[in-house]
T-cell receptor, first 116, second 114 residues
């Protein structure tokens, strides 16, 4: 089954304790990205990756890191989490460019993170 | 930069009644528009998308949306709502300033009453 898998789905942690949210897709997609969803703000892009070893910042990258060492994986790293990073996080992937209409984003089921 | 406005935070519809969710966008050129649905505890599922051609787009689960350039709108419709349609709905447009980025509206939560 084609899917984007995120882990963990739920996590409660404390300020400053490094954590990683993993994301894996089995569709051989080139493009992957991370979004965070906050009430009243919709979804906002954190980072994206065009291919292996190619990543760049989205709209809200502060406090996050990413890496793309393999095509299928795109982990999100919070080096020193803070309470304002409490949010619902989504990983997404697409096969082609979104612009032009051919592409669409496939989303994981989300990871709810609480930082105390 | 583009923006997407979904003016209704919550909408309650009776089961079997028709539904229209509003979406307005700001974008100079032809936009690439999407509607996603998020069921509780789930990720986002694509309902439909518009990028060119026929302005009335058919999607999954009986949904359709109409692109109206003159009104900068892309409203989502369904003729008869089912209880299983209760979810949060997001309108989005492909950004022209970011790479592979969707700009999302703030969402409309649909409640279905018996």
């Amino acid at each position: 089954e084609a899917q984007v898998t995120q882990n963990p789905r739920y996590l409660i942690t404390v300020t400053g304790k490094k954590l990683t949210v993993t994301c894996s897709q089995n569709m051989n997609h080139e493009y992957m990205s991370w979004y965070r969803q906050d009430p009243g703000l919709g979804l906002r892009q954190i980072y994206y990756s065009m291919n292996v070893e190619v990543t760049d910042k989205g709209d809200v990258p502060e406090g996050y890191k990413v890496s793309r060492k393999e095509k299928r994986n795109f982990p999100l790293i919070l080096e020193s989490p803070s309470p304002n990073q409490t949010s619902l996080y989504f990983c997404a992937s697409s096969f082609t460019r979104l612009a032009g209409g051919a592409g669409e984003l496939f989303f994981g089921e989300g990871s709810r993170l609480t930082v105390l | 930069a583009q923006s997407v406005t979904q003016p209704d935070i919550h909408i309650t519809v009776s089961e079997g009644a028709s539904l229209e969710l509003r979406c307005n966008y700001s974008y100079g050129a032809t936009p690439y528009l999407f509607w996603y649905v998020q069921s509780p505890g789930q990720g986002l599922q694509l309902l439909l998308k518009y990028f060119s051609g026929d302005t009335l787009v058919q999607g999954i689960k009986g949904f359709e949306a109409e692109f109206k350039r003159s009104q900068s709108s892309f409203n989502l419709r369904k003729p008869s709502v089912h209880w299983s349609d209760a979810a949060e709905y997001f309108c989005a447009v492909v950004s022209n300033t970011g790479f592979q980025k969707l700009v999302f509206g703030t969402g409309t939560r649909l409640l279905v009453s018996p």
